[in-house]
């Protein structure tokens, strides 16, 4: 498969390293428990790597790597967190020319692929600037009729399952960063047809002090794993980024069982998917009473 | 009855006073003499009442008299339809139409004429659901007037409810309420929703139809154009028509979180606006540091404040080992002095139970409770031989795993339970599938601060409890709901954000 390989041409006298393409739970880099693969495929047709096709068991250890982060991830001060989020627009625009080479890959012509790296470092830059905003912005001081401190404050919905969209980066980003910028934590199903830049975008987490576990990046198919995770009772939302009204309809259901909130996201072009909306429609209203007295 | 020598802790009072040692309260109803009720009851469908299609009806009662009140129509499938055309047609040919300010006008016409016939109003929401006429009057018709006050000023300001975005109404709400605060329910659901531009079908709950159709008799009244609000009475079957049907376009509901999940599978997929307003287990955490008697006073307003028959209710105590002695012998000597029995009486604490339905479901509780291995605690206050009531009660020495602690009862039954650290009482207060509200008790101010930030739940009351205002959003975490209801959130529930420009 070495001639399909998107990046790293090499040169005539050398045996080019291929790069082994894992999942991103709890911060380490595990193959699925299952043991099986899928292949991601160029446009036409053509092998690109393996990936791994992971289980619903894997989907349940995601779950419980995000569990085990999401407490320490929303105590961490919006300034933190919005550090941590530039951090990662940082390291992607560090690797722009890899993820360039995996969209170009994946279909998208050189432009194309430039212009979408480009908007995925400014779109994770937009989220690291609301995380100490909204609060602001969407949080009150409600006068009540009686002798009372009486605030409403957003906190996270907590563990976020998320079933990333077809757009390989900046759907994946769009998604994936307003629900961590407020303090929750995600499992991401990367089921569309180009999974390979978010395994790679693992890795820019991963180099970009995001706790382990605040992002878990599963590959696989959605037929699969979906249900497991929008059934599961310790995921508090799902984000569906889905244009397909009966896969959204499923996951719904499955979603009843404990009540999760459910936002979902039909794009198709991600280009204008940003507003802090985006970040409270993952977040729950917590009204507060203190008696103001002697 | 309060024989001294059973006082246990090192702060028991020397004196009680109880009901049954000739310091009780000469009787002081509420007279009932000015307040209409008509025998029967319709439809209020397009402004006017009408009979069911089919002509079926069903009885309301009273339930500290268990007599019949009045026949209600009983609204089937074609009824709601109906109601729906109408709110329909409003909203495309009329409400959407009128300038805000004008929609507002209409609005506080509503709250005035509420607050104008009042007592009317509570005296008819304790004859038709059991609650003290204390509660009714004091809390229920007054915080409903507010509400419709509230978000009439709404009307002309949606602009400002979307930072960056317009907004535009959803169109028509299906509204489904319970019975436990039966007009204020009404207010929580139509004022947002009208002030906003939608139009309303609200089926109110089938034992307590009556003072939400005294609301349409005011919004008659008042002259809200014709189909704006329409209500329908009837059972579940009724509010299953209201909330499935496909021309409404959000959908509101209060009440169990079993029929909330029903509902909620109904909607899946469909895009349609809904939020649940559902159950609730709330614990009460009461720290060494409180202060017990204000604590006591909270614990009691929290679990038998209209009978326990409150989603957000404190029903369950969660008290620091080092004062668990003191609060619950205090607990008991403050229950010794409820007095339940006629709603009408203004001396009396608790009510009667809304229905033979509920009183069954809480004595099942009480047999569940104690065959667990809690153990009970009730009152001797006297009861009424009529009627349907429950002694205010404890569970003590409840266990998390206990069917006590981790359903909702609705009824005035408390499940005290003990923790030793601040961190284990959090974790106690949390571990339930509910996440409505919550009490802290404590006087240190970060204390305070700090466990209100770590219970998962929507209403957090620190040394306050069962407080509402329609400035303050309202609503559960987890499976006590989905949305809020009052503020600015309970505005946004019946508001779409436009695109961005």
């Known amino acids: 498969m070495s001639e399909q390989r998107p990046a790293g041409a090499a040169a005539a006298d050398r045996l080019p390293v291929l790069k082994t393409h894992k999942v991103y739970v709890g911060g380490k880099f595990p193959r699925s428990e299952s043991g099986r693969f899928d292949r991601a495929l160029a446009p036409d047709g053509t092998p690109i790597a393996n990936i791994c096709r992971c289980s619903r068991k894997d989907v349940r250890d995601a779950v419980t790597a995000a569990r085990g982060a999401q407490a320490g991830w929303a105590a961490r001060t919006a300034y933190n967190r919005g550090q941590i989020l530039y951090r990662i627009a940082e390291m992607l625009e560090g690797r722009s020319a890899q993820f360039e080479a995996l969209l170009a890959a994946g279909g998208a012509a050189p432009d194309g692929a430039a212009a979408e790296v480009q908007a995925a470092v400014d779109r994770l830059l937009h989220y690291a600037g609301w995380t100490d905003k909204f609060q602001q912005v969407f949080s009150s001081v409600n006068p009540v009729a009686t002798s009372h401190f009486n605030f409403s404050v957003l906190e996270p919905m907590g563990v976020i399952g998320v079933l990333a969209p077809e757009s390989p980066l900046l759907g994946l980003v769009s998604a994936v960063a307003p629900a961590i910028a407020g303090g929750n934590t995600t499992v991401v199903l990367a089921t569309g047809s180009q999974p390979l830049p978010a395994v790679t975008f693992g890795e820019v987490l991963n180099s970009s002090d995001v706790p382990g576990g605040v992002v878990n990046i599963l590959t696989g198919r959605s037929d699969e794993m979906l249900a497991p995770l929008a059934a599961h009772r310790d995921v508090d939302g799902l984000l569906l980024c889905s244009p397909d009204p009966d896969v959204a309809r499923s996951a719904e259901i499955e979603a009843v069982h404990n009540l999760k909130r459910v936002a979902v996201r039909p794009h198709e072009d991600w280009a204008e998917v940003q507003s802090p909306y985006e970040i409270t429609d993952l977040q729950e209203v917590k009204t507060t009473w203190h008696p103001i007295g002697s | ?501």
């Not at chain 2, 400002?160 to 319970?178: D, K, S």
């Not at chain 2, 004022?191 to 139809?209: F, M, S």
């Not at chain 2, 620190?462 to 600015?488: H, M, Q, V, W």
């Open chain 2, 1 to 501: 009855m309060t024989d001294s020598t059973e006082s246990t802790g090192p702060t028991a009072p020397k004196l009680r006073l109880g009901n049954g040692d000739g310091w009780g309260y000469a009787p002081a109803p509420e007279s009932t003499d000015h307040v209409e009720l008509r025998d029967r009851y319709g439809l209020f469908i397009d402004g006017e009442f009408t009979e069911a299609a089919d002509g079926r009806t069903f009885e309301t009662a009273n339930p500290a008299t268990e007599e019949k009140i009045a026949e209600v129509a009983l609204a089937s499938d074609v009824d709601v339809d109906r109601a729906v055309a109408a709110a329909r047609r409003a909203y495309d040919e009329v409400w959407s139409q009128l300038a805000p300010r004008e929609r507002g006008k209409y609005v506080y016409r509503i709250a005035r004429v509420l607050q104008e016939r009042g007592r009317e109003l509570a005296i008819t929401e304790s004859l038709d659901g059991g609650k003290p006429i204390r509660e009714s009057r004091d809390v229920d018709i007054p915080l409903a007037a507010a509400h419709f006050f509230y978000y009439a000023g709404w009307a002309d300001k949606l602009d400002y409810a979307f930072p960056g975005r317009g907004a535009r109404a959803l169109g028509v709400a299906g509204q489904v309420i319970p019975w436990n605060f039966p007009l204020l329910m009404a207010a929580w659901k139509i004022a947002p929703a009208i002030a906003a531009g939608n139009t309303v079908v609200l089926k109110p709950a089938e034992t307590t139809p009556l003072t939400a159709l005294k609301l349409a008799e005011i919004i008659r009244e008042a002259g809200i154009p014709p189909g704006v609000v329409n209500i329908v009475t009837g059972a579940g079957e009724t509010g299953a028509a209201v909330v499935q049907h496909p021309d409404v376009d959000k959908v509101a509901f209060t009440g169990s979180t079993e029929v909330g999940k029903l509902i909620r599978r109904t909607l899946a997929g469909s895009g349609k606006h809904y939020t649940l307003e559902l159950g609730g287990k709330a614990a009460n955490l009461v720290f060494e540091d409180a202060a017990v008697d204000q604590a006591v006073e909270g614990i009691v307003n929290g679990i038998f404040f209209n009978q326990g028959h409150v989603c957000c209710a404190g029903s369950r105590l969660l008290v620091q080992e080092s004062v668990a002695d003191e609060v619950i012998s205090k607990l008991k000597d403050r229950m010794e002095t409820l007095i339940v029995g006629d709603p009408l009486d203004k001396n009396t604490d608790i009510g009667a139970i809304n229905s033979r339905a509920q009183l069954d479901r809480i004595e099942e509780y009480l047999e569940i409770g104690e065959a667990e291995g809690a153990e009970p605690f009730q009152t001797s206050c006297p009861v009424p031989e009529r009627g349907y009531w429950c002694r205010p009660t404890l569970f003590l020495q409840a266990s998390q795993s206990h069917r006590v602690v981790q359903e909702e009862i609705f009824g005035p039954v408390l499940a005290v339970q003990t923790f030793r650290t601040v961190d284990e009482g959090i974790a106690m207060a949390n571990n339930t599938p509910y996440g409505l509200s919550g009490g802290v008790w404590s006087d240190k101010g970060a204390k305070a601060f700090r466990v209100t930030s770590r219970i998962r739940a929507g209403v957090l009351w620190a040394n306050t409890y069962n407080k509402f205002d329609p400035t303050a959003p309202f609503g559960g975490y987890k499976e006590s709901g989905i949305g809020r209801e009052g503020g600015l959130a309970g505005l946004h529930a019946y508001l779409q954000p436009e695109a961005a420009a």
